[in-house]
């Protein structure tokens, strides 16, 4: 690594950073309505159109984390790192089928989190609160690898002083771009995300494009970079006696690669960030057409994948894998544009970062203080609890920065992707069905989440015994594939077992407060028509 300061590089970086902090703190004005409730400051109205919702949504899966995660996973294990690509790839047919229902029942009857919908769908308080409680502790830990990726860019631009500088010192660039985080979202709540989300992806595009013709010129062509990557893969792992890695996955492990894949495309749109951006559109037509254009960022995850190879080829060293691309950006860009590129990737931390909070602090309001412990709180008390609440999310995921081992914070989302599928029979079971059992949802629900975390932390690493992790750098893997499928599996086994039990018992059910038609009405596009600041014409609908 580069030593001393970067300083060209940071001034472009605190450019970018100065300007989406002033639009972040403008996108309170930005089309709001006059009134005081949790659709207004969590789901922006639930006003926002097809542009609006395609950054917003693409700015809230396609993190920092992702962007600097998937071409490290790369770098350190080969081509099995790329099973993030075609997880994408099936995610959006999948949503297809269930988000527009999820849209129309939501609208309805003012549903603002999963958590919501399951306790009207099903009559349960208690599975409505599994699911709440599954969230908040699945979003937390990926909050803070958002600001593992802003910590990971300022190290290589070299800021904040080395090992032997005092914490505060050290901490302090993170500190104050988490003080700004937690302001403006506080300020402008999902508003402020989805009008950044443009200049992020922006940026995004623009550094992929570059990058993807620009370094493979540097460095003699991708036949160059495919076979300095092959004979680095083809070296032995000291810690495992096995090759470091393959640039495509052996036949052994393609079940692995398969079920990761299935897995994950099965859990990410169970995140509560994720329906949090999908509730905010106008319209069920605007989350149909989403489905139809989001894969356009598939192509650039699968661009930016290749930067995994490229680190190898250009002989970057470095101790922390996650540090591997904005290094390499360090060491083959001009200066002023890699700190584009540091913008962009931290940028994308703080889109997602504020949309997670939001989520988080939503279910902690709505399924938690409003279902347990004041029912009759007002719509302004709730936003205010909601308010407060970012916040504190915020500060636990900053703390977890602090304070532990990066790898445990990379494991500790990596269990919560195996936790949040576990809520997949409940929120999207109930879409289509109520046959399922309030109670053996909430059974399937338990012996899911126990059997995922009892196996997580039975494949951890060998030098660091804690949740998910792998030789390989890809956790979550057990001997039969993705931990998070195979729990999964047991959870509708379950599920469906007690249910014919609690049928034949006669068990009670709960009261269903929603009717068929709700799955399939539409607002149209009747709603606020959410334009851009004449500041950023050209992006509005």
């Known amino acids: 690594m580069n030593d001393g300061v970067n300083g060209v590089a940071l001034a472009v970086f605190i450019f970018f950073f100065v300007a989406v902090t002033v639009m972040g703190f403008l996108a309170a004005r930005w089309r709001r309505a006059e009134t005081d409730s949790l659709d207004e400051w969590g789901l922006g109205g639930r006003s926002f159109g097809t542009w609006v919702t395609w950054f917003l949504l693409g700015g809230d899966l396609y993190t920092a984390y992702t962007f600097v995660a998937v071409p490290a996973a790369i770098y350190a294990a080969g081509a099995a790192g790329f099973f993030a690509v075609p997880y994408t790839i099936l995610v959006y047919p999948l949503i297809f089928t269930f988000l527009p229902r999820l849209w129309s029942v939501s609208h309805k009857h003012g549903y603002v989190t999963t958590s919501d919908f399951v306790r009207g769908r099903f009559g349960s308080k208690g599975l409505s609160l599994a699911v709440a409680v599954t969230g908040i502790l ?14 990971a860019v300022l190290d290589v631009m070299g800021v904040g002083g080395g090992e032997d500088t005092n914490w505060f010192v050290k901490d302090l660039p993170l500190l104050i771009a988490f003080g700004v985080l937690a302001a403006y979202t506080y300020s402008s709540g999902l508003r402020a995300p989805a009008l950044i989300a443009f200049v ?5 595009y623009i550094v992929i494009a570059v990058a993807i013709i620009y370094i493979p010129i ?3 062509g991708f036949d160059e970079i495919f076979a300095k990557a092959g004979e680095a893969y083809s070296q032995t792992n000291p810690a495992t006696g096995a090759p470091r890695g393959a640039l495509a996955p052996g036949e052994a492990g393609q079940w692995t690669y398969a079920t990761l894949a299935l897995g994950s495309a099965l859990a990410l749109f ?11 559109s106008r319209s069920r037509e605007v989350i149909r057409r989403n489905t139809t254009i989001l894969p356009l960022y598939s192509l650039m995850l699968g661009l930016l994948a290749l930067l995994g190879f ?11 894998g996650q540090l591997a691309i904005p290094q390499l950006f360090e060491d083959m860009f001009p200066a002023w544009f890699a700190g584009v590129a540091f913008a962009a990737i931290g940028i994308g931390a703080l889109v997602p970062a504020a949309i997670m909070s939001i989520a988080a602090a939503n279910l902690f309001t709505r399924n938690i203080y409003k279902d347990f412990i004041r029912p009759d709180a007002t719509p302004a008390q709730e936003t205010k609890v909601s308010k407060l609440v970012s916040l504190l999310v915020k500060v636990g995921a900053l703390v977890f920065v602090l304070t532990m081992d990066k790898t445990v914070a990379i494991n500790f989302q990596l269990l919560g992707g195996i936790w949040i599928l576990q809520t997949f029979p409940a929120l999207v079971g109930g879409l289509f069905t109520r046959w399922f059992h309030r109670w053996a949802l909430l059974g399937g629900w338990a012996v899911g989440m126990l059997y995922g975390t009892v196996a997580a932390y039975g494949v951890a690493s060998p030098t660091q015994k804690h949740f998910g992790g792998s030789s390989k750098e890809i956790p979550g893997i057990g001997e039969i594939g993705y931990i998070g499928l195979t729990a999964f599996v047991l959870n509708v086994v379950v599920t469906v077992v007690l249910t014919f039990a609690l049928r034949a018992l006669k068990a009670p059910d709960g009261i269903d407060e929603t009717s068929p038609g709700d799955y399939t009405a539409d607002a149209g596009d009747k709603g606020v028509q959410v334009e851009l600041p004449s500041a950023t014409a050209g992006a509005g609908h």
Do not use: F, R
């Open 310 to 320: 490229m680190a190898i080829a250009a002989g970057v060293k470095v101790s922390n």
């Open 270 to 280: 169970m995140y509560p960030h994720s329906i949090t951006a999908t509730l905010s």
């Open 200 to 204: 992020k992806d922006t940026l995004i």
């Open 138 to 151: 699945a979003t937390m830990p990926y909050i803070a690898l958002q600001l593992v990726g802003i910590q």
């Open 218 to 220: 540097k460095l003699g």
